[in-house]
């Protein structure tokens, strides 16, 4: 069974630095490509990032690139979010998804974790 657990999140202020984690508890971990979500109150979930199953191909949100680093420790079972130079806009509940598939994106996402939350204070 595969079980999602998001961790990192917390309060920071604009020009912030955070690094969100996820474990992933299926084996093997490798076989499921990543990413991550979010949802800002009021608002849609929408796509922030994700990674291939090695993490040699990533994608990100036009709204997060050059700010965001996606990644992966197969041999960790972890998927992170670095984030860098956070804006009040990247407030938000982030969530992680995992879907089994050694291709490319875009994603189906089967699996979700409970989300954990972003706040980021002007």
């Known amino acids: 069974q595969v079980q999602l657990v998001e961790s990192g999140g917390g309060l920071v202020e604009v020009g912030d630095s955070l690094r969100l984690s996820c474990t992933n508890s299926?084996?093997?971990?490798?076989?499921?490509?990543m990413g991550w979500f979010r949802q800002a109150p009021g608002k849609e979930r929408e796509f922030v990032a994700a990674?291939?199953?090695?993490?040699?191909?990533?994608y990100y949100a036009d709204s997060v690139k050059g700010r965001f680093t996606i990644s992966r420790d197969n041999a960790k079972n972890t998927m992170t979010l670095q984030m860098d130079s956070l804006k009040p806009e990247d407030t938000a509940v982030y969530f992680c998804?995992?879907?089994?598939?050694?291709?490319?994106?875009?994603?189906?996402?089967?699996?979700w974790g409970q989300g954990t939350q972003v706040t980021v204070s002007s």
């Open positions: 990674l291939n199953w090695n993490g040699g191909v990533t």
């Open positions: 998804a995992a879907e089994a598939s050694y291709g490319l994106g875009p994603y189906n996402y089967d699996f």
């Open positions: 299926a084996r093997p971990f490798s076989q499921y490509a």
